[in-house]
């Protein structure tokens, strides 16, 4: 079983740019489909971008396609989000999460469910200002 811990948070002016990061331990990370969600103040989580095991797919949100970036690196055991043009409605809590590939194809609807995942990370905060 694989555990995540998010790291990268923090305050943003609008239109800049900004990593986040998600550790992973576990001896079968490279096993595992990753994703980003995110919750703000007042709204249901929701999903932002998803990478395969292998990172051979990338999903996104319509809200942050062109401005994000989903990458992963297995051998550190580690997720980034590159966030740019950043506005304050991407103020959330930004979440990792982590599932158990058992088959070798998903669709981008298993990606993007937030029920896929069963390992979550304690979300870190992404404040954007205006």
């Known amino acids: 079983q694989v555990q995540v811990v998010e790291s990268g948070g923090g305050l943003v002016q609008a239109g800049g740019s900004h990593w986040l990061s998600c550790v992973a331990s576990?001896?079968?990370?490279?096993?595992?489909?990753m994703a980003w969600f995110r919750q703000a103040p007042g709204k249901r989580r929701e999903f932002v971008a998803a990478?395969?095991?292998?990172?051979?797919?990338?999903y996104y949100a319509d809200s942050v396609k062109d401005r994000f970036a989903i990458s992963r690196d297995n051998a550190k055991k580690t997720m980034y989000l590159q966030m740019n043009s950043l506005t304050p409605e991407d103020t959330a809590v930004y979440y990792c999460?982590?599932?158990?590939?058992?088959?070798?194809?998903?669709?981008?609807?298993?990606?993007?469910?937030?029920?896929?995942?069963?390992?979550w990370g304690q979300g870190t905060q992404v404040t954007v200002s205006a």
């Open positions: 576990g001896r079968t990370y490279s096993m595992y489909s």
């Open positions: 990478i395969s095991w292998s990172a051979g797919s990338t």
């Open positions: 999460a982590a599932d158990f590939v058992l088959q070798s194809y998903y669709s981008s609807t298993y990606y993007s469910k937030s029920d896929t995942y069963d390992t």
